[in-house]
């Protein structure tokens, strides 16, 4: 350093000393000596630029540059406070929409799971091979008990094997004893899935081998947060007995909260697997229960395991064609599964196109205030390009201004995320994945990074055409330019022009983008549910307990409860169903009598529900022929089944469905015919049709069969009320308790809110895309309002001169508006043309989603887009049109 | 200078002059207005050196370890700083002298046919 700093010094004085000697020789000449000095420094040339050169020579001279460029830059953004404002505003917006979005990018397609070696770490899945076309789930099936042993037993490509019982509702366990019943989300896991995935306890130990052996298996697992919740945290708990679905089990062990950390492991509670003698018979291959863990051999690929378990499941297929024909297998990393189950890709990618418009819009607005800012500034940098900086030089004074406001815009913008994020985890509440999503949401380090990049890469979008605007320009031009010459040249504002176009055209995308979702909300909103959803109560009961094994308990439990409630004098009735409405119902395959029964796979299929006498009455489903179930429609009488009008259309098109005879097979069940016997159930009522889900293009079939012939450990109840009913909730839990304290009453929620709950986030997306059009179109009316007042502050002159030569008021108006146009026009026009294309885009994109072009959004966006714009030209458009002539004539 | 002159003066390559002053200071140590001179005058004014350029690249040259600078005294008794070779700077000439003849050498013999062509 101090070498340099004295090579510096000796510069100096050596071309001191070189312009003296040159100047010397010249008078020797005979030149005049003020002349012989100015001749010596013409043949010397820029001498500013000459030090800088040789300065740049010894390194780190663009570390000092940068940080001059750093003082300078802060000093100029803090001269100009109202353009410094607008634009770090407009950044934190857009790098703040960014950064909210790619939070959950980040969380949901990002993070790896919380295992040891997550990229090693496999899901294994049956795959049907015969169900073409039904999407990812047929590639994602669980795993039956014998396939996964024999799967584990003939691998090669992995070094373990582990299995879970799937996560579905009939896995959460009953803690029973203490204060009340609690049902927690848990699972049953083979003795090696821990030491699988990697992951040790923080107390005691995990399971053992052996452990998932009959006889030894009354251990059971906590997870940190239900130790704390449930058990204080004791450090003694271990050794204490629980009791899970009404079995004892003795607590060993206690997993750290970070396992919780992912969604896709919801469990609080573990116990060992158990394989019973029924689930390993041949037919139980049919019966796809497990979610199964593998872990890769060191060195072998992802793609090699997938050949040879899909080999291995070949194999299985032809010694079982019965059962295992068209059955094949997959493999995924718990990452891909993780993505693939979460269906959200879609929605982030638009999410992300999205907000990447928005913060294109900002930073266009940043570049229109530069490019206005530096013409201002344009006889500073004449001054400065004389005085020996270097056109690069310039440009990058000007980009290290940009960057600082970028940086000043992406610390603002992160503050933004997070309030962004608070919302986004308050809006996550459709279901039990969403809730867990919305556990995780955080701006982790992915995202920080992401805001840096994003941040710096629109310092270079903003930044780069006012720079080179600079970098070109002749500094002699600037410095002859007079401000007083009468009009302004027209090539600074084609850029200018172009941007807020640019913006027009953006905005109005987002706009259409954004009524299409809030349409498309609005029609799911008025969809008719075909019941009546308010005053409804529901709730959930799952039976567990030796006491409720066998189903004629479990239809004596139903029927005792909804005595017990029809007794209390708010309600109006109750009844029960193995499903609710507006929650995807299980289903049955269908044959009806008197026709061929085609083959299990190509059977039609139906909604199923199991429903108890008063179940239409109590959700005010009408009933369009025959009668409900009743009382007496039990276990001891002939089958029977009400059907939908759906199923009637789909099954008995021009005829009447009532006194037919319909098969339904569940399930798991072989289908009865193949045994000789088949048990008809006669078609008893036809009732009115009822969505599965919110948004639903076409009613589907549902058939429904008497709770007292099917009874169903896991039932919904539904009780109608004459009060607000929320507020009946504790009356229900005690009606039930009454009949078994033991028993927990879970989601308890009003009909309504299942309704809400259905939307699976189709509200989020159109109160997003709402809330990003609204800011993409008031960043667009600033950017319109800047340009147009300082084009009219351009123009005062100008103005002064056609008002002095007796142009009116009114004139000067339309000038003014006519100028801005063009631009207008050719934005919102070009913007149309693209936004035409939207709702295909929408419909290929999202699967489920259907969106159509409606009127009111093609003639009311587009409008919409230009009163912003007109009114935004008009404020200053006015504001020339009061100029006093004098005074603009005066004016310098 | 007239706009003639300057018309016939060459630009020099990039490098030509970090050639240009290992060679001159191969006479020995001096001072910067003294190397410009030398160049101009070996040259009979037809490369055109801006006076000024020449700085950087004694710069560039100390940099790399070719040339060393100290202060001395020139003639009338004026302290000046003076430039002298190194070692290294020395191996580096021979270097580039050579390239320079090769480089030479080879677009003469591309450019010599054309000439050959022309009078037949």
């Not at chain 1, 420094?41 to 820029?46: A, D, E, S, Y």
């Not at chain 1, 081998?209 to 450090?235: C, I, M, N, T, Y």
């Not at chain 1, 009822?690 to 539904?718: I, R, T, Y």
């Not at chain 1, 006519?818 to 693209?834: N, P």
């Amino acid at each position: 350093m101090s070498r340099r700093k004295h090579l510096m010094e000796a510069l100096d004085q050596d071309i001191r000393d070189h312009i003296e000697r040159e100047t010397q020789e010249n008078i020797e000449r005979g030149m005049p000596p003020e002349e012989a000095h100015y001749a010596a420094l013409r043949k010397f040339g820029n001498v500013t630029r000459i030090k800088e050169e040789t300065r740049e020579v010894w390194s780190f001279m663009w570390l000092e540059q940068l940080w001059q460029d750093i003082r300078f830059g802060l000093r100029m953004l803090a001269t100009n406070p109202g353009f410094t404002a607008v634009a770090v505003l407009s950044l934190a917006l857009g790098i703040g929409v960014n950064s909210t979005i790619f939070s959950v990018v980040s969380t949901v397609l990002v993070r790896k799971p919380p295992v040891k070696d997550p990229d090693g770490l496999m899901m294994l899945f049956s795959r049907n091979v015969g169900a073409a076309g039904s999407g990812d789930y047929a590639s994602r099936s669980p795993v039956s008990p014998p396939d996964f042993l024999d799967w584990r037993a003939q691998t090669t490509a992995f070094s373990e094997m582990a299995a879970a019982s799937s996560f579905e509702d009939d896995l959460h366990a009953t803690l029973a004893g203490g204060s009340q019943p609690e049902r927690v989300p848990s699972g049953a896991v083979t003795a090696n899935y821990f030491q699988l995935l990697g992951v040790s306890p923080a107390l005691g130990r995990d399971f053992l081998p052996g452990e998932d052996q009959a006889g030894h298996d009354r251990v059971a697992v906590l997870r940190a947060d239900l130790w704390k919740s449930r058990f204080g945290a004791d450090p003694h708990v271990l050794g204490q007995t629980v009791r899970v679905n009404g079995e004892p089990y003795t607590i060993i062990g206690v997993m750290p909260d970070t396992f919780r950390s992912f969604w896709m492991f919801p469990e609080q509670l573990w116990i060992p697997l158990v394989f019973t003698p029924e689930q390993l018979s041949p037919a139980a291959r049919a019966q796809h229960s497990l979610s199964v863990f593998g872990r890769l051999k060191p060195g072998v690929s992802e793609a090699q395991a997938r050949s040879e378990l899909e080999t291995i499941a070949r194999r299985i297929a032809v010694s079982n064609p019965e059962t295992r024909k068209d059955w094949g297998a997959n493999v995924l990393t718990v990452q891909q599964y993780a993505i693939q189950e979460s269906n959200s890709s879609t929605a982030l990618a638009f999410l992300m196109a999205v907000v990447g418009f928005v913060l294109v819009i900002a930073c266009a607005n940043v570049a229109n205030l530069l490019v206005a800012r530096n013409t201002a500034r344009r006889r500073e940098f004449a001054v400065r390009a004389a005085l020996g900086a270097g056109g690069f030089r310039l440009a990058r004074q000007l980009l290290s201004e940009c960057l600082l406001l970028a940086i000043l815009g992406g610390g603002l913008g992160l503050v933004f995320a997070e309030w962004g994020l608070h919302f986004l985890r308050g809006a996550f509440n459709w279901n039990e994945w969403s809730i867990l999503l919305a556990e995780q949401l955080s701006i982790d380090r992915n995202v920080l990074w992401f805001t840096l990049a994003v941040s710096a890469a629109s310092a270079m979008f903003f930044g780069f055409a006012p720079a080179f605007q600079i970098s070109r320009r002749d500094p002699n031009a600037g410095l002859k330019e007079s401000s007083r010459s009468a009009t302004v040249g027209r090539e600074h504002h084609r850029l200018q022009n172009f941007l807020v176009a640019a913006q027009l055209a953006l905005s109005l995308i987002l706009l259409v983008g954004a009524g299409l979702f809030v349409e498309n909300f609005i029609e799911e909103m008025q969809e008719k549910p075909g019941m009546n959803p308010h005053h409804l109560l529901t709730a959930s009961v799952s039976l567990t307990g030796a006491n409720y094994k066998d189903p004629a308990r479990q239809a004596a439990f139903s029927q005792t409860v909804l005595r017990q409630l029809a007794g209390i004098p708010e309600v109006q009735s109750a009844a029960i169903s193995t499903d609710l409405p507006y929650t995807f119902p299980g289903s049955a395959r269908i044959a009806v009598e008197g026709r061929p029964v085609p083959k299990t796979e190509k059977q039609a299929q139906s909604a199923y529900f199991a429903v108890s006498p008063g179940y239409f009455g109590a959700a005010q489903i009408p009933l369009r022929a025959g009668r409900e179930f009743t009382l007496t429609d039990n276990a001891q009488s002939a089958p029977l089944a009400i059907v939908n009008e759906a199923f009637a259309k789909k099954f008995f098109p021009n005829e009447n469905p009532m006194g037919r005879h319909i098969e339904i097979t569940h399930p798991g069940e072989a289908a009865s015919g193949s045994m000789g016997t088949i048990k008809w159930s006669e078609i008893i009522g036809v009732v009115g049709n009822v969505n599965e889900s919110v948004g639903q293009m076409a009613p589907q079939p549902q058939v429904f069969e008497p709770f007292l012939q099917h009874p169903d450990p896991a039932m919904m109840l539904l009780v109608r009320t004459h009060t607000e009913p929320t507020a009946f909730a504790p009356s229900l839990r005690r009606a039930v308790w009454s009949v078994d304290k033991d028993q927990p009453v879970t989601s308890i929620r009003s009909m309504d809110r299942v309704f809400h709950d259905s939307e699976q986030g189709d509200d989020i997306m159109a109160e997003l895309m709402g809330a990003f059009a609204g800011i993409a179109l008031v960043m667009a009316a600033v950017g319109i309002y800047g340009l147009i007042a300082y084009l009219v502050g351009r123009r005062v002159h100008e103005v002064g001169v056609r008002m002095a030569l007796g142009a009116s008021k009114r004139q000067v108006l339309l000038m003014v508006l006519r100028g801005s146009m063009r631009m207008l026009l050719v934005g919102v026009g070009i913007g149309f043309l693209v936004s035409l294309g939207l709702p295909r885009l929408i419909t290929a994109a999202f699967q489920d989603v259907h969106m159509t072009y409606r009127n009111w959004i093609l003639a009311a966006t587009p409008l919409a887009v230009i009163l912003v714009a007109l009114a935004s030209c008009y404020l200053p458009a006015r504001r020339a049109a009061k100029v006093d002539p004098n005074v603009a004539l005066r004016y310098e | 200078m007239s706009t003639k002159e300057q018309r016939e003066r060459l630009e020099l390559l990039q490098g030509t002059l970090d050639l240009l002053i290992l060679r001159t200071l191969r006479l020995g140590p001096t001072h910067g207005h003294a190397i410009a001179k030398a160049i101009e005058l070996r040259s009979e004014d037809v490369l055109q050196v801006e006076q000024g350029s020449l700085y950087p690249a004694l710069h560039r040259l100390i940099k790399r370890g070719w040339i060393s600078v100290q202060d001395g005294t020139s003639e009338h008794n004026r302290r000046a700083k003076f430039y002298r070779l190194t070692a290294r700077g020395r191996r580096q000439l021979a270097v580039e002298t050579s390239k320079w003849d090769k480089l030479a050498g080879a677009i003469a013999r591309i450019l010599s046919p054309v000439e050959q062509e022309g009078q037949p």
